[in-house]
């Protein structure tokens, strides 16, 4: 816990799930244990990590509970599609059509790499849809993290607007 800290000045860095350290997190200010960290940082004070409320507080701003909700809605979301019936499962490898996308996750020694496949329009003078995949390099450690992860992929405004509305 830190006190004397200036009560301006402060610079919104990023938001940090906590869940994924595997630690219980408290904020460095009131110290009540929250889940989603918030770094600020200060030219005099350096950076701290903190809750939503004294996030908001310090920056003046809602940036910190408008990503903290942004992040809860993500998460049922992806809890949600996570639970669909429509998933197709083969040995260690899932798969799922969802707006024009196919989800399809591969499970090797307990984590989980994405292959997220969509068609996109080619410019010129036919439309000619084009196949593309994205998979990040890194694997997942949850069915829950890489079904967030490729949700945020598919609501991101730049396939939006390639995408082929199926
Ligand atoms: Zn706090």
């Not at 909700?69 to 798969?95: D, I």
């Not at 196919?102 to 997220?116: A, C, P, R």
């Not at 496949?117 to 849809?129: A, H, M, R, S, Y």
């Not at 949700?151 to 405004?157: A, K, T, W």
């Amino acid at each position: 816990m830190r006190k004397n800290l200036p009560r301006e000045g402060w610079t919104y860095l990023q938001q940090i799930d906590t869940t994924e350290t595997g630690k219980t997190a408290r904020c460095d200010i009131c110290n009540k244990v929250t889940r989603y960290k918030h770094l600020l940082s200060h030219p005099k004070a350096g950076i701290i990590g903190v809750g939503c409320k004294c996030a908001d507080n310090l920056t003046g701003t809602d940036i910190a509970s408008k990503k903290d909700k942004l992040a809860q809605s993500l998460e049922s979301r992806s809890t949600t599609l996570l639970q669909s019936p429509k998933w197709k499962h083969r040995g260690n490898v899932y798969e799922l059509s969802h707006k024009g996308f196919v989800i399809n996750i591969t499970e090797t020694d307990g984590w989980y790499s994405l292959k997220l496949t969509f068609e996109v329009l080619k410019d010129g003078d036919f439309p000619i849809w084009e196949t593309q995949s994205i998979s990040p390099k890194y694997r997942f450690s949850s069915m829950q993290t890489v079904v967030q992860y490729a949700m945020n992929c598919m609501e991101s405004d730049y396939y939006a607007k390639y995408l082929r509305n199926i």
